[in-house]
């Protein structure tokens, strides 16, 4: 049976509406990975906490490969991940919801492909579409069944982190087209295509970028509007889970077809 997953980032750590959880990790050849499983109702759902349960785990240090891999061993299909980004479109503001639909990579140093020659070959994956428009579209009516408002598309540039980014760095992002800015969403985007996972991420502004605030930016910033606001996540997190039909099929699940699938 196709099961649906969530990835928690900063401030999300928990699902919040499972019962007959259990914590657990499995062996994966990129290494291990922690996750919990629990019930809504009759359904089976996993969570995984990106940033491990007490934050001990910082962007760059992630085993994106290991999580992602762990996910398609526990039959995930589908998989929506949060995100806290920071905001260099003026519109989009913090405590706000931002569906974003591209991103833009600028990491450095991530393990970031399956496809590196050697258990997997040589691959080239599209990612014209890199999210799931499937699941985008069902985040977008659980927004407006629960009356919470979300903007509807955003481009996500990922930077390597830790460090927040520099006034001339935010201004180049702008002009590149980018609107909010995180440290996670790459490759953990790509390897769910890379594995035939539907993947979308809803992202919370927790702050506007610097150099456009005029204040300096602080980790506790981020996770003080993450609290304020998780309220939103949790709402539309439970209408995925009584709503989405995970059994469908969808072409994420066939982005391998040429090169014959994705076989663990
Ligand atoms: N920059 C990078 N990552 C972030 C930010 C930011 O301003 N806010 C939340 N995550």
């Not at 061993?73 to 919801?97: D, F, H, Q, R, W």
């Not at 481009?155 to 830790?162: D, F, L, N, R, S």
């Not at 606001?229 to 099929?249: E, P």
Request: include cysteine; proline fraction near 3%; charge should be neutral.
């Amino acid at each position: 049976m196709n099961k649906l997953a969530f990835i928690g980032g900063t401030g999300v750590y928990n699902v919040g509406i499972l019962h007959n959880i259990e914590e657990k990790s499995i062996n994966t050849p990129y290494g291990k990975a922690h996750y919990q499983k629990g019930l809504y109702e009759n359904k089976e759902i996993i969570f995984l906490a990106r940033h491990g349960v007490k934050h001990t785990i910082p962007p760059h240090k992630i085993n994106y490969r290991a999580n992602i891999y762990a996910l398609k061993m526990l039959n995930v299909s589908s998989v929506i991940s949060t995100t806290a980004v920071g905001s260099m479109n003026p519109t989009y503001k913090p405590g706000e919801l931002v569906l974003i639909n591209q991103f833009i990579d600028c990491t450095k140093h991530r393990e970031h492909t399956f496809f590196d020659g050697e258990r997997y070959g040589v691959t080239h994956i599209d990612m014209s579409e890199p999210y799931c428009n499937k699941l985008r579209r069902a985040i977008l009516k659980a927004g407006v069944e629960n009356d919470i408002s979300i903007h509807p598309s955003g481009t996500y540039i990922c930077t390597e982190g830790p460090r927040f980014e520099t006034a001339a760095e935010i201004k180049a992002y702008q002009l590149w087209g980018a609107d909010v800015v995180g440290m996670t969403n790459v490759p953990e985007c790509s390897l769910a295509r890379e594995a035939e996972i539907c993947y979308a991420t809803i992202s919370m502004v927790t702050n506007f970028s610097t150099g456009i605030n005029q204040k300096m930016l602080s980790h506790k910033e981020v996770f003080d509007c993450m609290e304020k606001n998780i309220h939103s996540f949790r709402k539309i997190v439970t209408w995925i889970i009584k709503n989405y039909n995970v059994q469908l099929d969808c072409t994420c699940h066939h982005a391998l077809d040429e090169f014959g699938g994705f076989h663990l």
